[in-house]
């Protein structure tokens, strides 16, 4: 398999402008995480999937932010406005789903500038 | 609210040595503690899992010790090889939920 895989690598955009990052999860997974990652604040959780719904979404940052799973192989997450505290690695994550128990298998992370 | 708390400073050893690695926490009682390797430009990759019921966990030259009465997990590298260099991410997650939360990662740094 050839593990999560996440595009772009890297974006550089300008504040104001829609930003979308993407993400194809290991085949069979049936949860998918979204993370952000900064120096400050860490690696946080900003949402999560169960068989493409969204289930938890209180790590959203702001109404700027929006992720989509349209289907078990596909999904966004989307940035409108941009700014530049939204600067970051974002990481998509996926796994089988055994609460708490089962590992997360990370893609190798989309980094975000927004000048 | 949950803490989770990693030596920010960057941990220094010579090869051959043991590397520790501590991770504490707070106002949280998870059911299941994860160690994370993330290497510079890469995400993070699984290493190790123990539950709240297990004192010690070992995997080739890995070792976890996880104590809730302390709140803490111990995180050993024995016979540490530069390849080691790396940070290194505790996880906590409870019975009920899917969501881990991340401490914020100590840097390994292992000369030859």
């Known amino acids: 398999d050839a593990g999560v895989i996440q595009s772009p690598r890297h974006e550089v955009t300008e504040m104001g402008q829609e930003v979308t990052l993407r993400c194809k999860p290991i085949s069979g997974h049936d949860y998918l995480f979204w993370y952000r990652q900064t120096m400050m604040r860490g690696l946080e959780l900003l949402i999560y999937f169960n068989n493409n719904v969204p289930i938890d979404d209180s790590g959203m940052p702001e109404d700027r932010f929006s992720a989509k799973m349209p289907n078990a192989s596909f999904s966004t997450l989307k940035i409108q406005p941009s700014e530049p505290r939204d600067s970051a690695v974002y990481f998509c994550a996926s796994s089988t789903g055994l609460a708490g128990a089962e590992t997360q298998y990370f893609g190798p992370g989309t980094r975000l500038l927004v000048l | 609210s949950q803490k989770i708390e990693q030596n920010s400073e960057a941990l220094n050893i010579q090869e051959g040595k043991t590397a520790t690695l501590t991770c504490n926490y707070t106002n949280y009682s998870p059911a299941y503690l994860q160690w994370y390797r993330q290497d510079p430009g890469r995400g993070p990759v699984f290493l190790l899992l123990i539950r709240e019921n297990e004192k010690e966990k070992r995997k080739e030259r890995l070792k976890v010790t996880f104590d809730t009465t302390l709140k803490q997990s111990l995180f050993h590298i024995t016979a540490s090889q530069p390849a080691d260099s790396a940070t290194y991410l505790c996880?906590?997650?409870?019975?009920?939920?899917?969501?881990?939360?991340f401490g914020s990662g100590t840097r390994l740094l292992v000369r030859p």
């Open positions: 996880a906590l997650s409870s019975d009920s939920s899917y969501k881990l939360i």
